[in-house]
């Protein structure tokens, strides 16, 4: 996973609107062996533009698949494998025994609170307890297994209790530690498991775990591209300007290119709170807004002199 990535070349065809990291005839052919496969584990499908339904109205959808997929690395001959080699981990995880049928004891140990983007999800009523923990992410309660991860639904909380459970995975988050650090540009950037990304809601604890800091006055700023990483900054003087430039460029390129995405903004943690600082301009670029307590903020850093 590099800091920047060069992303894949783009042939003479325009983007799928639904899964961009394809063109239309790339994501066309995706959607075809996703058909074929889950025909041939005995399953008939609907197939929509971003994901596929079963006929007990389960959906799957296809954005990690198309992530994967555009990797340049990912020989078109290698397709057709490894989309049954996702399904099959897939179907195994939905059909297999009851993960969730057990003790709640034996659960916890297992349990994280885990963040996803939330216009990526299927469009079901199945996570009503979820919360919006920062603008457009969604924080569920996730069960880790020996080759995937489960998602806990509405039945399974309230069979196991919900303040029990999010307790649990506040606890396994605390006890997440990055793999891999790097400070570009005054901004720290960690990488760790499938879960490292989700420890933004322990994000005093990682600040003071990775750099020591305790008093965070002015706040944190904060970005979970994708689900393994995490970015921030503290700020401190000036130098915010060109972190926060620096942050807001690393996320769009990781939230574009890895798999497992989260969000391509950059928010400001303060007071217990995530305020969202960039935004998509008319152009598809990145917009930056200072305004609101985020300005007052900016003015403490920049007295008038």
């Known amino acids: 996973m590099g800091l920047f990535n060069r992303g894949r070349p783009r042939p003479d065809e325009p983007a799928d609107e639904t899964l961009p990291e394809l063109t239309v005839s790339e994501a066309q052919r995706l959607r075809h062996l996703v058909r074929t496969s889950m025909a041939g584990a005995g399953y008939e499908v609907t197939v929509y533009a971003g994901h596929v339904e079963d006929a007990d109205g389960r959906q799957f ?11 340049p690395d990912v020989p078109a001959r290698r397709w057709g ?29 297992h349990t994280y609170l885990r963040l996803y983007e ?22 569920l309660l996730a069960l880790d297994l020996p080759d995937s991860v489960a998602t806990f639904n509405d039945e399974q909380v309230t069979q196991h209790g919900l303040a029990r459970l999010r307790a649990a995975g506040l606890a396994n988050l605390r006890k997440e530690q990055a793999d891999d650090r790097v400070t570009h540009r005054g901004v720290e950037i960690l990488v760790g498991s499938m879960f490292f990304a989700s420890t933004a809601l322990v994000l005093p604890e990682v600040v003071l775990r990775t750099t020591g800091e305790a008093s965070l006055p002015n ?14 900054h503290v700020p401190r003087d000036e130098n915010v300007v060109e972190a926060l430039h620096t942050m807001a460029a690393v996320a769009a390129n990781a939230y574009a290119e890895e798999v497992g995405p989260i969000s391509p903004h950059v928010y400001w943690w303060h007071d217990g709170e995530f305020e969202q600082i960039t ?20 003015s403490r850093l920049f007295p008038e002199s």
């Not at 959808?61 to 990797?71: E, K």
């Not at 990526?120 to 923990?133: I, S």
């Open 61 to 71: 959808g296809l954005g990690t698949l198309a992530r994967r997929l555009s990797d």
């Open 81 to 109: 494998r490894l989309v049954d080699d996702h399904l099959r981990r897939l179907l195994s995880a939905v059909d297999g025994p009851d993960q969730f049928d057990v003790p709640t004891e034996d659960l916890l140990g």
């Open 118 to 139: 939330a216009d990526a999800l299927p469009d079901t009523q199945w996570w009503t307890y979820g919360r919006e923990a920062l603008p457009g992410v969604l924080e």
């Open 219 to 232: 706040g944190v700023l904060v970005a979970i591209p994708f689900r393994h990483q995490l970015l921030y």
């Open 279 to 298: 935004h998509a301009d008319d152009d598809g670029g990145i917009a930056i807004r200072v305004e609101g307590a985020f300005a007052e903020m900016f």
